[in-house]
């Protein structure tokens, strides 16, 4: 209890318009020192139905559009500008800061690199290989019996044609 009171005296009470709120009246206090992060995770968590165009068009230019999911998340810029935008539309995103918890590698390979929805870039070793394996592999373009659409398309309209 000693605590809330110590609280409340050094903070002045004030009421305004029926309401308590506290008001430091002392500025010695200062925050601790934090570095900003370089890059941020913006996610779109509203809906853009029924918003004006000058949002969309600044959630389009940030590669948000209507027709990404809400879930898919795009990596910014910390920079005055980009944060002037991001400003624009706070209501509408999710910022989160990407924080290194292992450091950057030092050979600059971002291969392994996974991303999770707290903001940290994990680097994984099985990751890598992983990259490595799959990179080696054939794409399904090269393959013979790979279907793209257009084979599809034309392939069941001959059968909707010539059924028997």
């Known amino acids: 209890m000693e605590g809330v009171l110590a609280t409340i005296t050094a903070c002045e009470l004030l009421t305004s318009i029926g309401k308590p709120s506290l008001v430091r009246t002392s500025f010695s206090q200062q925050d601790p020192p934090y570095e900003p992060s370089k890059v941020l995770m913006v996610e779109r968590i509203r809906t853009l139905k029924h918003r004006p165009y000058w949002e969309k068009d600044v959630l389009t230019k ?12 795009v ?34 390979d971002a291969a392994g690199a996974r991303l999770q929805d707290n903001g940290e870039l994990v680097f994984n070793p099985k990751l890598k290989s992983d990259a490595l394996v799959a990179a080696t592999q054939s794409k399904p373009e090269d393959r013979r019996d790979y279907l793209d659409t257009d084979t599809v398309k034309k392939h069941l309209r001959l059968k909707w044609l010539m059924p028997y």
Do not use: Y
């Not at 944060?83 to 990407?98: D, F, M, S």
């Open 62 to 73: 940030l590669g948000l559009p209507m027709e990404v999911k809400s879930s898919q998340a």
């Open 75 to 108: 990596i910014v810029a910390n920079t005055p500008s980009m944060c002037a935008q991001l400003w624009k539309v706070k209501h509408l995103i999710r910022v989160t800061p990407i924080t290194f918890p292992q450091g950057l590698p030092e050979d600059g």
